[in-house]
């Protein structure tokens, strides 16, 4: 059964505290990996989309990467407004038409 | 519209009685996804629509939930004799196609009391 957990639950950090989050992942065949940014209240707002291992996509303080086996999300010197929960998703190449979520890290940034 | 949008965005609704929640995809976007947000949860997958295929219900909860797409663009997701687990965010996306990245509208927020 296809499986994403992401790690940590919840990180606090500190203004220009450089981090990762990590979304482990198992699924018969990776059609893509999507990380998603969500604020209290709102939807899902879209990130980035990887679909190869070796790939990386950046976006002003974050940069994502993705391996066979896992991604990250890596924050650069963030800001209090990338406080947020950071989704992670997977999509299989063959089977279920859904795309399965981990549950999120909780990102808070202090100034 | 250039987004989802979702309409009602707050429901609050007495234990036993039917809601609908309403989905406005994106112009264009063939594939529709209904998921289920509950509080401090992961998003649960609920069903697909893809162009005039029939649907993927794998992930509806119990009978009680169904949805329709009319004419390929607008959804409704019908929740009866709703009960208190009910209570949730519903969140409604769309896409190009399967495969391709999925937009999500702002949700609808059911409360049950």
């Known amino acids: 059964e296809d499986q994403v957990t992401q790690s940590p639950e919840a990180l606090r950090l500190q203004e220009g505290e450089s981090s990762s989050l990590n979304c482990s992942y198992t699924v018969s065949g990776l059609r893509g990996l999507f990380w998603y940014r969500q604020d209290p209240g709102k939807g899902p707002e879209f990130l980035f989309t990887?679909?190869?291992a070796g790939e990386e996509k950046e976006k002003e303080r974050l940069k994502a990467t993705l391996t066979k086996k896992e991604s990250f999300l890596h924050i650069t010197a963030p800001k209090p407004e990338d406080s947020a929960t950071y989704l992670c998703a997977v999509q299989a190449a063959i089977g279920g038409n859904d795309m399965r979520f981990g549950a999120g890290t909780r990102l808070t940034v202090k100034p | 519209g250039a987004g989802v949008s979702q309409s009602p965005s707050n429901k609050v609704t007495e234990k036993g009685k039917d809601v609908e929640l309403r989905c406005d995809p994106i112009s264009g976007h063939t594939a529709l996804y209904w998921y289920r947000q509950s509080l401090g949860q992961g998003l649960e997958f609920l069903i697909y629509?893809?162009?005039?295929?029939?649907?993927?219900k794998s992930g509806l909860p119990s009978d009680r939930f169904s949805a329709e797409r009319t004419g390929g663009s607008v959804s409704t997701l019908t929740i009866q004799r709703t009960q208190q687990e009910d209570s949730a965010v519903y969140l409604c996306?769309?896409?190009?196609?399967?495969?391709?990245?999925?937009?999500f509208g702002e949700g609808s927020w059911l409360t049950v009391v």
């Open positions: 629509f893809q162009g005039n295929s029939a649907p993927d």
């Open positions: 990887l679909y190869s």
């Open positions: 996306a769309s896409s190009p196609t399967w495969g391709n990245t999925i937009y």
